[in-house]
């Protein structure tokens, strides 16, 4: 008995041990499911590593002094990333080294073993067991060499070395977000025959119902061979020959029942490719999707849209970087990845712009797996268009689009962004985008759609108005909300065959798409915003871009924050923002702004109407689609806060709409008579369809000053504090419409009853007043003030996101609390938790109240666009005076209340307080005297 649990124990250990092991490979999936062998062996895990700073190896001959490389990294991870255990961005030359044995439990006999680098920056030099196995110049795409030679029995040794400097010549996208040093992609072991499929492109036609494949040979087939389409989730089984002596095979192969590719139903057909001859088998497992992308005429009008299966479809996209703060290029997991495609869905965009970097292939598995459009970059570089820059381009250019042919996900290829390493200096040091270096870009346009003509093709993303040719008329865009609409006008107006508008040169636009490929305010003010609430103005964005369905979509910059740009709709951790609009528009989420059918409510977020009277509120319902349906209902509601804070409701009511297809439509505006009474207020929509689903949310907030209360109150402004003592520093931002403490310290204010008061009629008298705590922001802290509070902050890294001049840090999961001790007449009445620092939409008179910078239109630009801690706002805070407090206001007719917060441990403390023209409530800081009944 015992000898069975001894058995048994040591079992289970060794199977913990293993599993263990097989969980400590990172990302050890196949890199390429849409070109994988049975036969192959991941080499991920801890390698062996020596940083060569003065590049001497190659003289000392390191590759043979491999056993004395005392650094550990974790491939695939860059060692420039904090992932690789290294994190050595300063180096540009490192080694690696590790031994492997050809993993037992596979049949890697009569079969040439390949060693693939999946991507490694930039020249790569590779000895197997002491002898040079090869090289490879090119930091973003796949490479394998031969190693059979080199193979021994049992344990192999392999070193690695890889020169990476930052050269203008090489394409390097913004690396500057983190270097993509050395190996940053999986590495693997395959096994091939002497001939094996080199590629295989599948180019889908829905209108036939067919496929064409094409398959590519290492070689000349020395006899015929058979090729075998095998279907895995489908009825796909087409057999036929390859004749001798060719290097490749076109074929048609008829799609029965076929099921097409689409956002909602992104259906896959998995298959093996399998070729053989009486003397080999090659079998490659891969996919694709049946789907078409073009470019169609909208129906009835005379503009176009970027069409999936002949179907217009309104783009709703976003920049995505595609960097990861720890790994940078490279992600921690596959399902890492997947959950990166579902949280742009999540947020109802259909497609994101993998931005001037050669993605990791599984993501974009996962794009192709869910159902989300990709438009891909080719990494750009930063110098001048020289020979060997062009060179060093191309190459990574043509193997990018080679390899990411069968994605089905990806419907655009963007050559260049914002003209980066196509100017040239002349003599002066005047730079141009040359004659010759358009004709350049205009040859690989070509070139690429004679490659790939199931795709749109971008010569350029432009923000320099210089389009030669292209599939796409985009443009970029960063504005403050107040110049949207003006510029949305010009860009409509100046689009239409023929116009030179966005060209260069003596190009001119063609009847393509017209859309937006970079969009949003960060680069809009001056000095870019930091780290802010993004929903107030892309709130108004959205409703501008919705009036105009000429323009063929949008793209949001961006997906997540980045180094210096904090204006993501997540975290560059991934971890959520939070928005407020729910709390605003009960059940809107950000989905609403990416709706097909989208009501616009209101026109003006800057308003202000006097209490008591009728007002008139536009409303208008945009389409994009022409998916609506027959009976639709729009439903409304007013209602606000008033000036202590309280919710109250105006009105409500709903009306039958119609809609029509890729149209905005003004409907009747909407009447309201407001109450006399001051308030800050939401008129919100609710578009619904018969059966009463909600199709779509939106409101506008506007103020309402009312002429007299309905409450007996006595207010004091936040700035108008008696005594202010701080240990960090205060201040009295947004003209004194707040005020705020960092650290550990007090207001103080004091307030005087009114004369006529008569004590004996006074039931009680509370406290209200807008509050939050106050996050330590870097921009406003001296060397050593941080540490006082036991925070770190590291501003040349941009780790602290409130560094900028213009920033507030946005509401996300994480908080910044205190706890505020609300004294009155010297006595304790109330404790309170402050549980954050927020700013988001719900901030509408921090947003409201912000001075505008120079006029859309004007040609005098000396006053810039700032911004004064926009979107922030505090929690409503009600505190009671006890009875001996009360007694000693009643009888000195005084009330002196101090705001105390004695609490500054690391990330805590500090105090704001909000008056009627900040925050969220219009409110100052009230005393509310309650009469007996």
């Not at 749109?456 to 403050?480: A, F, G, K, M, Q």
């Not at 609490?903 to 105090?911: A, C, F, H, Y």
């Amino acid at each position: 008995m015992k000898l069975r649990l001894y058995v048994f124990l040591f079992l289970a250990v060794l199977i913990f041990s293993c599993n263990r092991e097989e969980e400590q490979i990172p990302l050890g999936e196949h890199p390429r499911p849409g070109f994988e062998r049975s036969l192959w062996q991941n080499l991920n895990g801890e390698w062996n590593f020596r940083s060569d700073s003065l590049n001497v190896g190659l003289n000392e001959e390191w590759q043979n002094e491999a056993e004395f490389f005392d650094e550990e990294i974790l491939v695939p991870f860059s060692w420039a990333s904090p992932m690789s255990g290294v994190e050595r961005p300063d180096i540009n030359v490192g080694w690696y080294y590790r031994t492997f044995v050809l993993d037992e439990g596979k049949n890697w006999e009569q079969q040439n073993i390949y060693l693939v680098f999946s991507a490694c920056d930039f020249n790569t030099t590779l000895w197997v067991n002491g002898q040079k196995a090869g090289e490879h110049s090119g930091g973003y795409i796949p490479f394998d060499f031969n190693i059979s030679e080199f193979l021994k029995s049992g344990e192999n040794q392999m070193v690695v070395r890889v020169e990476d400097e930052e050269l203008d010549n090489r394409p390097s996208g913004k690396q500057y977000y983190g270097n993509a040093k050395g190996i940053w992609n999986t590495v693997y072991l395959e096994g091939r025959p002497d001939n094996y499929i080199k590629n295989i492109k599948f180019t889908p036609d829905i209108d036939k119902s067919q496929l064409v494949v094409e398959v590519f040979f290492k070689e000349r087939s020395a006899s015929a061979y058979t090729f075998h389409l095998a279907g895995k989730n489908n009825n796909i089984d087409f057999v036929t020959e390859i004749p001798a002596n060719r290097n490749s095979g076109k074929f048609i192969v008829p799609i029965t029942n076929m099921k097409l590719w689409d956002l909602d139903n992104p259906f896959l057909y998995e298959v093996s490719a399998i070729v053989s001859s009486e003397s080999f088998t090659d079998e490659v497992s891969t996919y694709f999707g049946m789907r078409k992308i073009s470019a169609v005429e909208v129906p009835g009008k005379d503009f176009q849209y970027v069409a999936l299966n002949n179907k217009p479809v309104y783009m709703k996209l976003s920049l995505d970087q595609s960097y990861h703060p720890q790994g940078f290029y490279t992600f921690p997991s596959d399902e890492f990845m997947k959950e990166e495609i579902q949280r742009a869905k999540n947020l109802g965009l259909n497609g994101l712009r993998i931005h001037i970097k050669a993605e990791m292939p599984r993501k974009l598995y996962w794009a192709d797996k869910l159902g989300l459009l990709i438009m891909e970059d080719v990494p750009n570089f930063w110098g001048e268009p020289d020979s060997t820059a062009k060179t060093n381009w191309e190459y990574i250019a043509g193997k990018e689009i080679e390899r990411d042919y069968n994605h089905p996900s990806i419907f655009s290829w963007v050559l260049f962004n914002e003209t980066w390493g196509l100017f040239s200096n002349d003599e002066d040091g005047k730079r141009s985008y040359t004659p010759e270096t358009q004709e350049w870009v205009r040859s690989w346009y070509h070139k690429t759609k004679e490659y790939d003509p199931t795709r749109l093709v971008e010569d350029n993303s432009p923000c320099n108005w210089d389009h030669v040719i292209t599939d796409i008329n985009t443009w970029h865009r960063y504005s403050p909300a107040r110049h949207w609409a003006g510029f949305l006008d010009r860009v409509v107006d100046s689009t239409f065959p023929g116009s030179s508008f966005n060209y260069i040169g003596k190009n001119e636009q063609t009847n393509v798409p017209m859309f937006n490929s970079e969009c949003g305010a960060v680069w809009g003010y001056s000095g870019s915003t930091g780290d802010i609430d993004i929903t107030w103005e892309y709130h108004i964005m959205m409703n501008e871009f919705r009036k105009r369905p000429e323009i063929a979509g949008f793209l949001f910059t961006e997906f997540h924050d980045v180094i210096n740009e904090w204006n993501g709709y997540y975290r560059f951790d991934r971890s959520e923002k939070k928005f407020g609009l729910d709390e605003l528009c009960p059940g809107m989420t950000m989905k609403d702004f990416h709706s097909d059918l989208y009501v616009v409510a209101g026109e003006d977020f800057f308003q202000t109407y006097k209490g008591g009277s009728a007002i008139e509120i536009p409303v208008g319902i945009s389409a994009v689609t022409s998916d609506i349906p027959g009976e639709l209902k729009l439903r409304y509601s007013v209602y606000g806060w008033d000036e202590i804070g309280e919710k109250y409701n105006i009105t409500s009511g709903e009306t039958d709409i119609s809609a029509q297809p890729f149209k905005y439509t003004e409907l009747q505006a909407t009447k309201v008579n407001l109450p006399d009474k001051t308030g800050v207020v939401i008129f919100s929509t609710a578009l619904e369809d018969s059966k009463g689903n909600i199709l779509q949310r939106n409101f506008v907030p506007f103020k309402v000053e009312g002429n007299g209360s309905e409450y007996l109150t006595v207010t004091q402004s936040p700035e108008d504090f008696t005594e202010a003592s701080w240990n960090i520093k205060h201040l009295s931002p947004q003209n004194g419409n707040k005020v705020w403490g960092m650290g550990s310290g007090y207001f103080g204010y004091e307030f005087e009853l009114p004369k006529d008061l008569n004590g004996d009629e006074v039931e009680s008298i509370e406290f209200r007043a807008e509050l939050a705590s106050r996050y330590p922001q870097s921009k406003y802290l001296e060397e050593g003030e941080a540490e006082k509070i036991g925070m770190t902050v590291v501003t040349e890294k941009g780790i602290d996101a409130g560094y900028g001049k213009n920033s507030y840090p946005q509401t996300d999961e994480k908080l910044h609390g205190a706890i505020v001790k609300i004294n009155a007449n010297d006595q304790l009445i109330a404790t309170v938790e402050l549980p954050d620092d927020p700013a988001d939409h719900r901030g509408i008179l921090s947003w409201m109240n912000q001075e505008p910078g120079w006029e859309w239109g004007s040609d005098d630009h000396s006053k810039p666009w700032l911004l004064d801690e926009a979107g922030s706002y505090g929690f409503l805070v009600k505190a009671d005076l006890d009875e001996t407090s009360k007694k000693s206001a009643l009888e000195t007719g005084k009330v002196t209340i101090r705001l105390f917060v004695d609490e500054s441990t690391e990330n805590r403390g500090g105090l704001s307080v909000y008056g009627e023209n900040s925050g969220m409530y219009p409110m100052d800081l009230t005393l509310w005297i309650k009469k007996s009944q």
